[in-house]
T-cell receptor, first 117, second 114 residues
Framework: GAGVSQSPSNKVTEKGKDVELRCDPI?????LYWYRQSLGQGLEFLIY????????KSGLPSDRFSAERTGGSVSTLTIQRTQQEDSAVYLC???????????????FGEGSRLTVL | AQKVTQAQTEISVVEKEDVTLDCVYE???????LFWYKQPPSGELVFLIR??????QNEISGRYSWNFQKSTSSFNFTITASQVVDSAVYFC???????????FGKGNQVVVIP
């Protein structure tokens, strides 16, 4: 598709279960970002990929969170043993350069809303 | 460390009024980039503008204008003659040179009342 695609759009899970969130970036975009948006909060940076490697994963809140990217394209964010505080909208964005580089424009998906009961 | 502050959480205006959103940033870098994004109810963030730290010219795009003042570390955004379609959350963001991440403020919820 033309834009960043995320799935599922909505996910309701029980505390303690694992979830996987998928992001399909814009074709050709080498940079991929995951952000988390909680109610009343701004966007919290989680992880950044350049190609398949993640030079900056400093925003992942705990070791229950992990992410991978394959083929320089699709990325999966995995949350293990989900907790209620993980409830949020998880946003993916892609870019064809560094945020501070030549373009700077991040293209965002519509997000995956996660609710942990 | 990068930090962006958007103090006003929710702003309500009557249609056709002007509204200004304040953004104050903190950075130790001399080269940095400032952004504004719009998040309509659909949830997808839409890029509005990017400004580098060496370009302090104000910018106007239709009903949108931006006032960048390095002296006060502010990058304010004004919507002139607001319309109902302007109702959204607006985020200010900052990235430092060589830093991969955009640091976002908490956003301004703008409600335009018809």
């Amino acid at each position: 598709g033309a834009g960043v695609s995320q799935s599922p759009s909505n996910k309701v899970t029980e505390k303690g279960k694992d979830v996987e969130l998928r992001c399909d970036p814009i074709s050709g975009h080498t940079a991929l970002y995951w952000y988390r948006q909680s109610l009343g909060q701004g966007l919290e940076f989680l992880i950044y990929f350049q190609g398949n490697s993640a030079p900056d994963k400093s925003g992942l809140p705990s070791d229950r969170f992990s992410a991978e990217r394959t083929g320089g394209s699709v990325s999966t964010l995995t949350i293990q043993r989900t907790q209620q505080e993980d409830s949020a909208v998880y946003l993916c964005a892609s870019s064809n350069g560094l945020a501070g580089g030549n373009t700077g424009e991040l293209f965002f998906g519509e997000g995956s809303r996660l609710t942990v009961l | 460390a990068q930090k962006v502050t958007q103090a006003q959480t929710e702003i309500s205006v009557v249609e056709k009024e002007d509204v200004t959103l304040d953004c104050v940033y903190e950075t130790r870098d001399t080269t940095y980039y400032l952004f504004w994004y719009k998040q309509p109810p659909s949830g997808e963030l839409v890029f509005l503008i990017r400004r580098n730290s060496f370009d302090e010219q104000n910018e106007i795009s239709g009903r949108y204008s931006w006032n960048f003042q390095k002296s006060t570390s502010s990058f304010n955004f004004t919507i002139t003659a607001s319309q109902v379609v302007d109702s959204a959350v607006y985020f200010c963001a900052l990235s430092e040179r060589g830093n991969n991440r955009l640091a976002f403020g908490k956003g301004n919820q703008v409600v335009v009342i018809p």
